[in-house]
């Protein structure tokens, strides 16, 4: 089983894929041709799932960044003989940029070392097992490189370093002194092209890819406020985890790691929720200019038209390519991470109804609406058909934000996420073609919403609004109250209900856990990382801005070096937890700044 921590890793992506490089220069993660496809490597969920292993030998220390304006990884390792430079991309296509980023990707990891001081000795492993490492494929050394034969994913690896192979591994070892270096590709190469690049070209490619990413941040990233760096940084990874060619946005670039160590809470993320994808598009307003914005409706339009049509609900999730059954499954050959099992792929809640979704995708168009621009006939259609279902569904129970596998309730973020859904269709009624009747029904729901929610979602008893109607429970998503607008941040219910939540809805850290009552699974959860962003985020439009500052800083320490956050920290030992890079935390930071940034925070 995989052992290491997950802050241990970095991101790679092409705007396609993504890989995870451990911090001593091991990929334990990569996925090809898409986020949601068969890993290459898997090590970070099963020592026998593969992985390509570039180290130095003896003791090291190591210091990583991304490359300024880029996901490109280096990583600096010192040694007691010498320093090496090892850097790290997905590669993507020549002459792309800008809006560009990732249009033609070639499916291609890159790595290049250089010493540049004294000499270092290297070992290199590479071990690819295809299928969440049920293929053990067949190496074969050929000029230039490697090929790789299987069942499946067609690859080549491309080295001018020559390898020993044993079986499905091989193995090189070199020694490197002051300003030599050595670059490898690994290609993902479906049509059967076998050709190896060359050192020059894989060189090449790795500058085109840095001049890619940095010509994207320098047209889309214009943040100012506090805490700048992490918010660009939180930018970049909300773009490396948007599938180019169709618009989608995956939650997050991996699968079933655990909300507890050992425990069975594990998911996978690497498919498109309206929800996370709707607030990445929305935080992306802030950290970058989302210019994936129209393509993004249009995907969803496309995907889920004919449910709506057929008075179905809006479907919840898809692939990254728009299809629609997510049958999840179980991979008994692997332990998991620190053996937490089961490892998952597919995810049960695609067949799940969550009433909030319609509220959070007509926000991001609303919020958009100028990066949307004109909308085609069947693109407003399906908005309408949106704020329709909205308005009809919103009394009935649902599974809610955070997925329940219980019982369906009739949950307040529910409601009041339809309450968006209707007043943001309100504002856009002119633009999508919404007729006098269906607007004036709009008003009258949406007016219908707002008393339900002030008259039985408020707890007298709790001194807070609750999870559900009718309920005393806490839960952490009543702080989007004054951040969806549905009441002012100073108003005397919404300052008591913050206060309840940072009371009693906190561990010892000070980090917000999403509720605190049975949920229908097994075992427990870290605290939230989204829901702490969201009491900062809170704090700072109840003008409590010196409280949104601590509690925005406390959230943020949990970054790695590299500044990514996964989806919950562990209460105990502040260790992160869940899938990751979570692009939810990524939101939640990404708009808690611009908050306090809003509200006089400097």
């Not at 129209?294 to 919840?316: C, P, S, T």
């Not at 269906?438 to 007016?447: G, I, L, N, S």
């Amino acid at each position: 089983m995989s052992r290491h921590p997950i802050a241990d890793y970095a991101l790679l992506s092409d705007c396609r894929s993504a890989a995870l490089v451990h911090r001593s220069g091991s990929v334990d993660w990569l996925c090809f041709p898409r986020y949601d496809g068969p890993s290459i490597f898997c090590r970070l969920l099963d020592d026998a799932g593969g992985h390509w292993d570039i180290r130095v030998l003896g003791d090291a220390t190591i210091r990583r960044r991304y490359v300024d304006g880029t996901l490109v990884l280096e990583t600096t390792i010192e040694t007691a003989t010498g320093r090496l430079t090892l850097t790290d991309a997905l590669a993507v296509g020549p002459g792309e940029r800008g809006h560009e980023l990732g249009a033609r990707s070639p499916h291609a990891m890159l790595r290049r070392v250089e010493c540049t001081a004294g000499s270092v000795e290297l070992e290199i492993e590479f071990a690819p097992r295809p299928d969440y490492g049920q293929v053990q494929p067949g190496l074969r050394e050929v000029a230039g490189g490697i090929l790789i034969s299987g069942d499946s994913s067609p690859l080549v690896l491309s080295s001018s370093v020559p390898h020993a192979i044993s079986g499905a591994i091989a193995r090189a070892r070199l020694t490197l002194g002051k300003g030599e270096s050595r670059a490898f590709g690994l290609q993902y190469q479906p049509d059967g092209d076998e050709r190896c690049w060359t050192e020059e070209e894989i060189a090449a490619r790795l500058a085109e890819t840095i001049a890619a990413w940095r010509s994207w941040s320098a047209l889309h990233q214009r943040y100012e406020g506090p805490w700048r760096d992490l918010v660009h940084s939180s930018g970049r990874v909300l773009q490396g985890l948007t599938y180019q060619p169709t618009g989608a946005i995956v939650a997050a670039a991996t699968t079933s790691l655990p909300e507890e160590v050992g425990g069975t809470r594990n998911w996978d993320y690497r498919y498109t929720w309206v929800r996370d994808a709707s607030l990445t598009l929305e935080a992306l307003w802030v950290a970058a200019c989302p210019d994936e914005a129209k393509r993004f409706v249009d995907f969803f339009a496309g995907a889920a038209v004919r449910q709506l049509r057929e008075e179905g609900d809006l479907q919840i999730m898809f692939s990254v390519g728009g299809e629609r059954d997510l049958s999840e499954r179980e991979l008994p050959h692997l332990s998991g991470w620190r053996d937490s099992r089961p490892v998952r792929v597919g995810n049960a809640a695609w067949s799940q109804r969550q009433l909030d979704v319609y509220g959070e995708l007509l926000s991001a168009v609303h919020r958009l609406r100028e990066q949307v621009g004109p909308l085609s006939g069947d693109t407003a259609r399906f908005l309408i058909d949106v704020a329709d279902v909205a308005s009809r569904r919103w009394r009935k129970p649902d599974q809610g934000i955070w997925e329940v596998r219980a019982e369906p309730r009739h949950f307040l973020h529910s409601k009041l996420m339809c309450w968006v859904a209707l007043d943001r269709a309100l504002d856009l009624a002119e633009s999508i073609g919404a007729d006098d009747e269906r607007v004036h029904r709009w008003q009258v729901e949406r007016d219908e919403i707002r008393r339900a929610i002030l008259e039985r979602g408020w707890s007298e008893r709790a001194r807070a609004f609750t999870q559900t109607l009718g309920g005393d429970a806490l839960d952490a998503s009543s702080l989007l109250i004054p951040i969806v607008g549905f009441l002012p941040g100073n108003d005397d219910r919404v300052r008591a209900t913050v206060d309840a939540v940072a009371e009693r809805l906190t561990d010892p850290r000070g980090m917000v856990y999403r509720y605190r009552v049975a949920d229908g699974l097994e075992g427990r959860e870290g605290s939230f990382l989204l829901c702490t962003f969201w009491l900062a985020h809170a704090l700072a439009l109840g003008g409590d801005v010196s409280r949104a500052r601590e509690v925005f800083s406390r959230a943020a320490a949990s970054a790695n070096d590299l500044g990514l956050l996964a989806e919950q920290v562990d209460a105990a030992t502040g260790e992160l937890l869940g899938n990751f890079p979570q692009a939810f935390s990524h939101i939640g930071l990404v708009n808690a700044a611009w908050a306090i940034s809003q509200a006089g925070g400097r």
